[in-house]
């Protein structure tokens, strides 16, 4: 199992007492395959996603990501894990307005400490690959937001990470592109291996999903057959 989230509860401190934002959640997403993670707002989506992440450490439970728990490890392994393993995409692409496209991808190498050498290859072969070969050279105020959330979503792939963590992706977007750009992750998820999870609060286009939890909340529950019908 390339990510595995087992019985995992995580709170916040909350004026005198604690917010349960996660409570005993148990998740398992094999390689290759795609689970949407559908929510209202505050049920816990972006807190699960978190401490799949690494980025928060659960008050109990176990996170293990492409075969190792991490929630005991120290945090520069946290880190170093992230890096090579996991792979991001926050709902807000976050791409530096003074770079071109392939350069928002290669700067992501270069911090992991790849060599630098075949860095521009692989950015623009992800870029191709995402449908942006013509916008390579271009800077994110000259890219729609659908555009950029290509950008964004090639960027997270650059150190080819098996987990792929991805918040509400097309929130910014209209439906045609919302879709488009689901489409481009179930095929990244096919043609890459990686283990995805897409958190939503749109019930629509989860018939593409391989499979679908709701989670109320901070309780999840995973329906374990494939997605049928919204
Ligand atoms: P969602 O992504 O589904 O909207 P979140 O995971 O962001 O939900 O939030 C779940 C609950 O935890 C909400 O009640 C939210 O207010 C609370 N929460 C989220 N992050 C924090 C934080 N850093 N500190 C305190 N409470 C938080
Ligand atoms: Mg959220």
Redesign the pocket.
């Known amino acids: 199992m390339t990510l595995l989230v087992h019985d995992v509860t995580l709170t916040?401190?909350?004026g005198d007492g604690r917010?349960t934002?996660l409570d005993h959640v148990s998740l398992e997403v094999p390689a290759g395959t795609l689970t949407a993670i559908v929510?209202?707002?505050?049920?816990?989506?972006?807190?699960?996603l978190?401490v799949a992440a690494t980025l928060v450490t659960p008050d109990s439970g176990a996170v293990v990501v492409a075969g190792r728990e991490t929630t005991r490890m120290g945090a520069a392994e946290k880190s170093a894990l992230r890096r090579e393993k996991i792979g991001i995409v926050f709902q807000q692409p976050n791409l530096l307005a003074s770079l071109t496209a392939v350069e928002q991808l290669q700067v992501m190498a270069h911090l992991s400490g790849r060599p630098s050498r075949q860095l521009r290859r692989r950015a623009l072969e992800l870029l191709d690959a995402v449908g942006l070969a013509d916008k390579a050279d271009k800077r994110p105020h000259q890219l729609s937001g659908g555009q950029r959330q290509r950008v964004n979503i090639a960027r997270a792939l650059m150190n080819e990470p098996t987990v792929l963590l991805v918040?509400e992706p097309t929130s910014a977007l209209d439906h045609e592109r919302g879709a488009a750009v689901l489409d481009l992750l179930v095929t990244l998820t096919r043609e890459r291996s990686t283990a995805t999870v897409l958190?939503t609060?749109d019930h629509a286009h989860l018939d593409r999903m391989d499979r679908a939890a709701t989670?109320t909340d901070?309780r999840l529950v995973q329906n374990p057959d494939p997605v049928v019908a919204a």
């Open positions: 916040y401190p909350d917010l934002a929510g209202p707002s505050g049920s816990g989506k972006s807190s699960l978190a918040d958190v609060h989670i901070g």
